[in-house]
């Protein structure tokens, strides 16, 4: 395997952590109490994670990698946070961080279908954020 798929891998595999700790979040979110805006809005919040587990998934199997069975530290840091305004403010921070990712290495990925891929996950992450940072101006 050459660096650049081996770089690519780790890349991929990376974010399929943080996607499966913000699915995993988001779940424990819907089991709690939260306020009736942010519960209106979990159900979908936590489809577009559990989808992009999935597409990382099949990528990185289709590119001859191993998708990690790992969670990322982000479920832990969220979950042990003791109220919603906090949670928000890490999930907005979260899929924020993940976006900036994406876009930093969009450039470089030549594979046009997984460059549509990460293009869609970038956007709808930019457009979580905005949903997130709406929530959470209306619970404080």
């Known amino acids: 395997m050459t660096t ?7 890349f991929l595999n990376l ?3 943080c996607e499966r700790a913000g699915a995993k979040a988001l779940r424990f979110f ?3 109490a ?13 489809r577009d ?7 990382l998934s ?17 479920f832990a840091a969220i979950t042990a946070l003791p109220d919603w305004p906090a949670r928000l403010d890490l999930l907005v921070r979260g899929q924020a961080w993940v ?9 470089r990925v030549t594979d046009p279908d997984l ?13 979580n954020v905005d949903e997130a940072r709406r929530l959470a101006l209306a619970i404080t």
């Open 99 to 107: 976006a900036r990712r994406l876009a930093e290495r969009l450039d």
């Open 49 to 55: 994670e559990a989808r992009y587990c999935v597409l």
């Open 15 to 17: 974010m399929l952590e």
């Open 58 to 74: 099949r990528e990185i199997t289709r590119l001859g990698g191993t998708p990690t069975s790992r969670t990322g530290d982000f």
């Open 30 to 32: 819907e089991q709690q």
């Open 115 to 127: 460059k549509a891929a990460l293009s869609e996950m970038h956007a709808t992450h930019l457009v």
């Open 4 to 10: 650049d798929i081996a770089d690519l891998l780790d």
């Open 34 to 46: 939260a306020p009736p805006a942010l519960a209106r809005a979990l159900p979908a919040l936590a």
